[in-house]
Every structure is written in C-alpha cells, then in structure tokens.
C-alpha cells in the first residue's frame, strides 16, 4: 500500500506527462519493460495504471494496466479509500482529474 500511495503521489505531482514505473501485474503495458517486481517506461510509454476493475474514460485496458488511449484523457488514479483528491472525481474505483 505504501509503494501505491507513493506512485499515486508522484503522478499527482507530475501530471500525466511523464510517465513512471508501475507495480508489475503479469505482462508490462506498451513501451514499459519488466524489471523486477516493476514495469519501466521508455521515452515513448504513456502514464500506466494497475487496473482495478473497468478502466475510466479516456482510459483503455491492457492486460493487467490501464493507459490512455488518447493524448489529452484526464489524469486518473486508482482510488484510495473512500474519498479522491481535491480536483478529483470519483468514477468507480479512480479519481479522476476535473
């Protein structure tokens, strides 16, 4: 939960610009490669999300994770508890960016 809260802060604070590593669940989304218990991005790899459930809008499913399909989707982070950030949403099991 700890490793969670820390990827959901850091992609808070960068946005979904950048993209960061992600816990790994089976097989690595596009352009992330397996490195440990982690998926890494390369240059090209777009903001990934363990998917917990359905995917929100803008959002589409690749195996195990959640990615944008398209460049401007809100910034969405998997819910934490009962409640979402300030300038968040609730949509189903994510926060998602107003």
Excluded at 12 to 27: E, F, H, I, K, N
Excluded at 34 to 47: L, N, S
């Amino acid at each position: 939960m700890k490793i969670q809260n820390l990827l959901i802060a850091s992609l808070l604070l960068t946005g979904t610009a950048l993209a960061d590593p992600v816990p790994r669940v089976g097989s690595c989304p596009s352009h992330y490669y397996a490195r440990g218990d982690y998926c890494v991005p390369d240059e090209r790899a777009k903001p990934a999300m363990v998917r917990n459930d359905d995917c929100p809008t803008g959002y589409m499913i690749q195996g195990n994770y959640c990615v944008p399909w398209k460049d401007n989707a809100p910034a969405a982070v998997p819910k934490v508890g009962d409640a979402c950030p300030s300038g968040y949403f609730i949509r189903g099991n994510y926060c998602v960016e107003y």
